[in-house]
């Protein structure tokens, strides 16, 4: 069965205190990877779409990388209104989408 | 959010009501997803849609029904609501092929007591 086991659960930083983040999935023909961003109260919102091991994407302070069994979320010299919670999501042969649990980040001023 | 709409945004119902939650959306995607959202299970998918009149299951469909009779709009009925499905219910949408993921809706936020 598909599985997508994120960690920390939480983590708090101070600003400007650079950190990572980890997905590890077990999927039977991965089609993507995805992150995403979720901030108290809203719906999910889309940062990063990963496709092949070696692969990696950036978006302002975040860059997403991926292995075989992995993917990372480096979040670099971090602000406070980076503090919302990340998912990861994988996507499988038969298109199901798989989400982990999320990894809530606080960053301190 | 753009182009999706859920209502309603929050709702308070008893122990065996029926109870219909509505997601709309104003792009003519043609796959729509329902998901409910608890602590410690993130995101798990309810039901699905690939067109008007076409649905299938998710992972946790016990108790739930939906239906799509338009292209933009997807309802998710609970036939007789549990304290279980206290949850947090969100709507998305795909593009298919492209590399955006899902555009999520906003939520509605269902408590059964």
């Known amino acids: 069965e598909d599985q997508v086991t994120q960690s920390p659960e939480a983590l708090r930083l101070q600003e400007g205190e650079s950190s990572s983040l980890n997905c590890s999935y077990t999927?039977?023909?991965?089609?993507?990877l995805f992150w995403y961003r979720q901030d108290p109260g809203k719906g999910p919102e889309f940062l990063f779409t990963?496709?092949?091991a070696g692969e990696e994407k950036e978006k302002e302070r975040l860059k997403a990388t991926l292995t075989k069994k992995e993917s990372f979320l480096h979040i670099t010299a971090p602000k406070p209104e980076d503090s919302a919670t990340y998912l990861c999501?994988?996507?499988?042969?038969?298109?199901?989408?798989?989400f982990g649990a999320g990894t809530r980040l606080t960053v301190k001023p | 959010d753009a182009g999706i709409t859920q209502s309603p945004r929050h709702k308070v119902t008893e122990t065996g009501t029926p109870v219909t939650l509505r997601c709309h959306q104003t792009?003519?995607?043609?796959?729509m997803y329902w998901y409910r959202q608890d602590p410690g299970h993130g995101l798990r998918l309810i039901h699905y849609?690939?067109?008007?009149?076409?649905?299938d299951k998710g992972e946790v469909s016990d108790g739930y029904s939906v239906s799509r009779s338009k292209t933009e709009d997807f309802l998710l009925t609970l036939e007789s609501a549990t304290s279980s499905q206290t949850s947090v219910y969100f709507c998305?949408?795909?593009?298919?092929?492209?590399?955006?993921?899902?555009?999520f809706g906003s939520g509605t936020r269902l408590t059964v007591v």
């Open positions: 999927v039977s023909g991965l089609r993507g």
């Open positions: 999501a994988v996507q499988a042969g038969n298109n199901d989408m798989r």
């Open positions: 849609s690939y067109g008007v009149k076409d649905t």
């Open positions: 792009e003519n995607h043609r796959y």
């Open positions: 998305a949408i795909s593009v298919t092929g492209a590399d955006y993921g899902y555009t």
């Open positions: 990963l496709y092949s």
